[in-house]
């Protein structure tokens, strides 16, 4: 069974930062391509931050370029989500994804919420 569980959400106030971790089991973890989306009441679900398997290439949506960064550890089967300078409208659910072609698990999210 596949599992992937989000941690390190909460409250925080702009300008903060929080970590947000990604635990996976029940797949071989370094065969996927990791990566952190968010999905803001209203809006539609976007990609934040993704990693390739080997943790060599990343990317970013445009609006977080510069504030987070994403790494893994394969060994510990986790991604992490590294958020710096927050904002308010980062506040959304993140949820992370493991996707290996057609093969897409999804974690069930962890809010952040970012407000004074």
């Known amino acids: 069974q596949v599992q992937l569980v989000e941690s390190g959400g909460g409250l925080v106030q702009p300008g903060g930062s929080l970590r947000l971790s990604c635990a996976a089991s029940?797949?071989?973890?370094?065969?996927?391509?990791m990566g952190w989306y968010r999905q803001a009441p209203g809006k539609e679900r976007e990609l934040v931050a993704a990693?390739?398997?080997?943790?060599?290439?990343?990317n970013f949506a445009d609006s977080v370029k510069g504030r987070f960064t994403i790494s893994r550890d394969n060994a510990k089967m986790t991604v992490y989500l590294q958020m710096n300078s927050l904002k308010p409208e980062d506040t959304a659910v993140y949820s992370c994804?493991?996707?290996?072609?057609?093969?897409?698990?999804w974690g069930q999210g962890t809010q952040v919420t970012v407000s004074s």
């Open positions: 029940g797949i071989i973890f370094s065969f996927y391509t």
């Open positions: 990693i390739t398997s080997a943790g060599i290439g990343t």
């Open positions: 994804n493991a996707n290996r072609g057609r093969e897409k698990y």
